[in-house]
């Protein structure tokens, strides 16, 4: 196989024996001159030959979560336009890449860890880029279950509750209510919901979604009652400060 080395030094010899000819019937400013010319013509289509004959080289650049909401994007960087293959698991449906940055989508995919998966571009010369590797990655279908164990405890304004999840994920709070735990491990975790004054609510709910943005069914707390106000007493009769009697009585009022 000719390498691009090969013709750029034999194109060079021939280019000295060319210029060593000319110059030897010429004055020394003409052929200085002439000399010149040719040596930026020569620069030129060296470049040239070196743009047919060199292969893309690709690289990787910043780019989205790969799977975010289960659709796996990836970012990377071609020298030269052509078009793109796909080897492993993957396949995109991005056929011609551009000279620059590119960010293409996988497409069919299923459930699943992928870490074999590599691009190569291949340009109008038939020139083959290096195989870019692309970073792992999980595909993730299924959405988190979440349930709650045992019975929740109200203290205060407060219901403190024991949930399970079957991933970790990101908890949200819909509803009259709040929460101090906004990110949860796969398994059991002790969650403290608050809510803003007395009364009786009944539109508190959680979900939780996953790395891959699928979002479980919400979990509702059901009816939660807060009374976390304490009762106010008045005295309405004191007992008499003299008394004749061994049974005294005395009155008050209650709030509650």
Do not use: W
């Not at 960087?77 to 449906?93: D, E, L, P, Q, V």
């Amino acid at each position: 196989m000719v390498t691009s080395h090969y013709i750029i030094r034999h194109f060079s010899a021939i280019l000295i024996a060319f210029l060593c000819t000319s110059c030897g019937s010429e004055t020394n400013k003409e052929s200085l001159s002439k000399a010149s010319k040719i040596a930026k013509a020569a620069i030129q289509v060296v470049t040239s030959i070196r743009e047919v004959i060199s292969p893309p080289t690709l690289s990787l650049i910043e780019s989205p979560a790969l799977n975010a909401n289960n659709l796996v994007s990836f970012g990377f960087r071609s020298s030269k336009a052509g078009t793109i293959s796909y080897s492993g698991n993957c396949f995109g449906s991005t056929k011609n890449a551009i000279k620059g940055d590119h960010h293409i989508l996988f497409v069919t995919m299923v459930e699943g860890t992928y870490d074999d998966c590599a691009i190569q571009v291949t340009d109008s010369d038939g020139n083959t880029s290096e195989p870019l590797q692309v970073p792992s990655f999980k595909v993730d279908f299924t959405s988190p279950e979440l349930t709650k164990v045992g019975d929740k405890r109200i203290v205060g304004r407060n219901v403190k509750v024991e949930i399970k999840t079957s991933e970790s994920g990101k908890l949200t709070y819909y509803g009259n209510c709040s929460g101090d735990l906004q990110h949860m491990k796969q398994g059991k975790s002790d969650v403290t919901i608050s809510f803003p004054s007395d009364g009786q609510y009944s539109d508190c709910e959680l979900n939780l979604s996953d790395a891959s943005g699928n979002i479980s069914e919400p979990l509702s707390l059901g009816t939660v009652r807060i009374d976390a106000t304490p009762p106010v007493l008045a005295e309405i009769k004191p007992v008499p400060e003299k008394i004749q009697t061994d049974r005294p009585s005395y009155s008050f009022k209650t709030s509650k």
